[in-house]
């Protein structure tokens, strides 16, 4: 489908992703990623950038010093939903 996700050392995502890929006869794909009661709007360049975002809306991060970050890891979904011809 070609769909660029997070990348990085250590845990990305944190929370379980679920995609759903559908085709589509629109030459534009409908992309969008939904977690609680949000409905995010995005595009196939900035995928990663969304999902680090509601990432951490979802997990949070918790500062214990200027030095430390701990990123949660939780059992929440996102979802991100991909309508896509071809």
């Known amino acids: 489908a070609g769909i660029s996700l997070p990348r990085g050392q ?3 995502t944190r929370v379980p ?3 759903r ?6 030459p534009e794909p409908e992309i969008w990623l ?5 409905v995010v709007p995005t595009d196939e360049e900035h995928i990663a950038e969304a999902i680090c975002a ?6 949070g991060m918790f500062c214990l010093s200027p030095f430390h970050t701990v990123k949660n890891v939780l059992i929440k979904t996102l979802t991100l939903h991909v309508k896509k011809a071809g």
């Not at 890929?21 to 629109?26: A, K």
């Not at 509601?54 to 997990?59: E, G, S």
């Open 21 to 26: 890929l559908q085709g589509s006869t629109s």
């Open 17 to 19: 992703l679920v995609m």
């Open 54 to 59: 509601a990432t951490d809306v979802i997990a």
């Open 10 to 12: 250590g845990i990305c």
């Open 34 to 38: 939904e977690y609680g009661d949000k």
